[in-house]
């Protein structure tokens, strides 16, 4: 149900986009509270569960978030991977809790939370921080670039009409009125290689810096 959300949910902003209508841009000057976020670049990592003859392969994604405005936060992070041939993968769905502790294992950080325990509120100041991970199932081997989009960092949103409303339906999940956009952190990659180099392949950015996008 969560992954025919997000679908209808991109669908939804392609829509927006084709229709002529604009695509809203976040405020050039923040009108609502923002979290620190800092990130590693997504690997990859093959792990071996119980039952299983061969390593199950994962992507994830090391950060850490930090509240620094005036009062403590509900952080409630959602990280989506869109693939350049729409594939979209959430995080956490379908991943086994062994990714994590393998995970855990590699980087030797005590502190490390798993993405169930580091949802909820966020005090303020540097020593509250929290460092967590992301962690996907592996994706489509064909997909040559992905784009990760993490929301939960910004208290800004936005509502646009659904061009392809039909009146003459209910409204719900698979017919909105409208749509609500959220300020949305942007992070663009590419794969290097063919399917067959996967294994090997390192994410590179595509851009310098990541962009905010209402999604």
Known sequence: M??????????????????????????????????????????????MLPGRSEP?????????????????????????IVTDTLNVVESEIGVSPEAFRAIKRRWEDPLLLPPSQINGKLLIGEDRAKR??????????????????????????????NPAFDAGKPVGPRNPRVFILRKTLELPYRLPGGAEERARAVPERLSREPRWVMR
């Not at 949910?9 to 829509?15: F, R, V």
């Not at 978030?65 to 403590?72: F, H, L, P, S």
């Not at 040559?144 to 646009?160: A, D, H, K, N």
């Open 2 to 47: 969560i992954r025919k959300c997000l679908l209808i949910w991109t669908l939804g902003t392609l829509l927006v986009a084709g229709s002529g209508q604009a695509v809203p841009e976040p405020s050039l000057v923040p009108k609502s509270w923002e979290l620190k976020f800092r990130y590693r670049d997504p690997e990859r990592i093959a792990v």
């Open 56 to 80: 199950v392969v994962y992507w994830y994604m090391l950060y850490t978030v930090e509240n620094d405005t005036d009062e403590a936060r509900d952080f409630y992070p959602t990280f989506t």
């Open 132 to 161: 967590g991970v992301a962690i996907w199932p592996d994706f489509d081997p064909q997909a040559r670039e992905f784009t990760i989009y993490v929301t939960g960092l910004s208290g800004e949103t936005t509502r646009i009409a």
